[in-house]
């Protein structure tokens, strides 16, 4: 049973997390203090709960607390060393927990058990970091708050702060929190509704400030032919240039990207001072361990072509890369981990919106967030002041943390298809849509491409978010559905690595009863379907210079001949000789080109259930209902073969077990001897 204390730090967490304006995805902690049984001796103990290391406030539950006794986490005042060593609390907070103490305690644990309140809240909210990044932050502090809200100059979070925060509380009694100097705030109460209340307090009075005393023009005036273009032209920009972003974010190592073109984004990048700031590069630790220091912004205006940017764009990332280099070899020490990239986590284009990047969907957008955040913190900062974040030595000193490179180390191993992107077409049911759940139980982003986008959009919600999967339309028959279903897979993800040409239908008749408009139909869908998918696709892998896969769904009647099937196996022998043709034309960019001959799916499958399946039970002369078993019995394993067979096959073309096989067609039939490739 969750003691009541616990049960209500919860309740508050997930309200203040469920805001925005309060704190950023996994940003801040909070705190509650409490009486507990100890089964030990049966007598009331003094805990802790926190929120645990890596949390979320919108999404806490108990499982995300970390739970210490109050007397013993104290008592490490005893043993502290002073602030050079203060790394080695971490590891002390250990033998302060309570039972298994749940989740991992963090770095601020210690500003929640020294501070003498019941409750404290921790949060990032953007007024209180533009106030705690002003260059006259503590003046600010004084006039907004008075004596209720004390200044803290900076200092990196650990033990140290923590006890300076314990006695600022209790040096001003009459104070309810402060303003943590680059950082954030934080704030407390002797009831949890207080600490709630007064952490509103205080981000809604600064946020109430700034608009009333901000001058007009934060960023200064706005720069000729830097506005934001029309949201159809500059979303066609952005397609068109995120391959090539993308392939200068992947330098070291390949990220999956998200794309932001929000009135924040656009009007910073609008405005005269936007250089100046991005070089200042962020300030609160959540929001450049996510950023890295600075952006790489594109010093173009909105006016320039897509041509002159991929012009100018290797420029930019050499210069990036080296003054990257240069803040590492300025800080670095023979205890620092190895730079772990010199590459841009964020771009900036003016007109067009921000590319943000990560080792997966939703750390990528994230970092997008946090950066609007950061926007959002500087134009409240220079409204007021000017814009002062904590200087670069201290960014590193955080960034190449002990501490912060064991987190990372302790992450789990990525899965096989981490980063990836995948197209799947024809992906709302069958074949298509066992391929798609199984490459994004692998680690893929997935763009679902279905005819019918009510479907594709049912078929991603099924698999997961949208930082998961999206659903798109697309008629693979028309070229300019191709492109606009490829241009929203790379805006939803920053790009394309894995394209599986699924989507296909089915005729059974003879010659005679074969019409013009049944063969045109066919060969439009798969022959032409598939080579628009592939051309427009290509297009993408080749400038993104990682590689990539393209897999097509074929068939065992791309090389078996069967009656009453004229047109569906002309077009999947088009489709099977496309594989050839793509392999030796694509091999030169690093880009493998295989494919599937599947027989007799008919478990789940579109095709059989709209007709196919009645009419090949016809032809071979038994009830429909025992197709599946009719065909297993005809194989040499005798077994019936489902959509997952396939999307097994098509997994593990993609992997590095495969990485030096293209060309190749691969039988997913349980053994069909009249249809082995010779």
Known sequence: MTNPTASELIARSNRLGADPKNTNFAGGNTSAKGLETDPVTGENVELMWVKGSGGDLGTLTEKGLAVLRVDRLRSLQNVYPGVEREDEMVAAFDHTLFGKGGAAPSIDTAMHGLVDAAHVDHLHPDSGIAIATAADGERLTTEIFGEKVVWV???????????????????????????????????????????????????????????????????????????????AERRAKAAALAPALRAVASADRPVVGHFTDSDAVLDFLAHREHPRLAALGTSCPDHFLRTKVKPLVIDMPATASVEQILERLPELHEQYRADYAAYYDRHADADSPAMRGADPLIILVPGVGMFSYGKDKQTARVAGEFYVNAINVMRGAEGLSSYAPIDEAEKFRIEYWALEEAKLQRMPKPKPLATRIALVTGAASGIGKAIAKRLAAEGACVAIADLDIEKARAAASEIGSS????????????????????????????????????????????????????????????????????????????????????????????????????????????????????????????????????????????????????????????????????????????????????????????????????????????????????
Request: include cysteine; charge should be negative.
């Open 153 to 231: 100059p900076w200092r990196r979070p650990g033990f140290q702060l923590g006890l300076d925060i314990a006695a600022i509380k209790k040096q001003n009694p009459d104070a309810v929190g402060c303003i943590l100097g680059g950082h954030g705030i934080t704030a407390w109460g002797d009831t949890s509704a207080e600490a709630e209340k007064n952490s509103l307090w205080i981000i809604d009075t600064a946020a109430e400030y700034i608009a009333a005393h901000s001058k007009a023009e934060p960023f200064g005036e706005e720069l000729d032919g830097y506005g934001a273009l029309p949201e």
């Open 467 to 678: 930082d998961v999967a999206v659903g798109i339309a697309a008629d693979v028959s028309n070229e300019d559905a191709v492109k606009a279903a490829i241009d929203e897979t790379v805006l939803a993800f920053g790009g394309l690595d894995l394209v599986v040409n699924n989507a296909g239908l089915s005729l059974s008749k003879s010659l005679f009863e074969t019409t013009e408009k049944d063969w045109d139909l066919q060969h439009n869908v798969m022959a032409k379907g598939s080579f628009l998918v592939s051309k427009h696709a290509a297009r993408v892998l080749i400038d993104q210079q990682l590689g990539g896969d393209i897999v097509y769904i074929s068939s065992k009647n791309s090389v078996f001949a069967g009656p009453n099937n004229i047109a569906y196996s002309a077009t999947k022998a088009d489709q099977a000789h496309q594989v050839r043709l793509l392999a030796a034309e694509l091999g030169e960019h690093g880009i493998k080109v295989n494919g599937i001959n599947p027989d007799g799916v008919v478990r789940g499958s579109g095709i059989f259930a709209s007709g196919w399946g009645a009419n090949r039970a016809k032809t071979y002369g038994i009830p429909e209902e025992d197709l599946g078993k009719f065909y297993a019995q005809r194989t040499i394993l005798k077994r019936e073969v489902v959509p997952e067979n396939v999307a097994n096959a098509v997994f593990v073309l993609c992997t590095s077990d495969l990485d030096h096989t293209t060309g190749l067609h691969i039988p997913v039939d349980a053994g069909v001897a009249a249809a082995f490739l010779r």
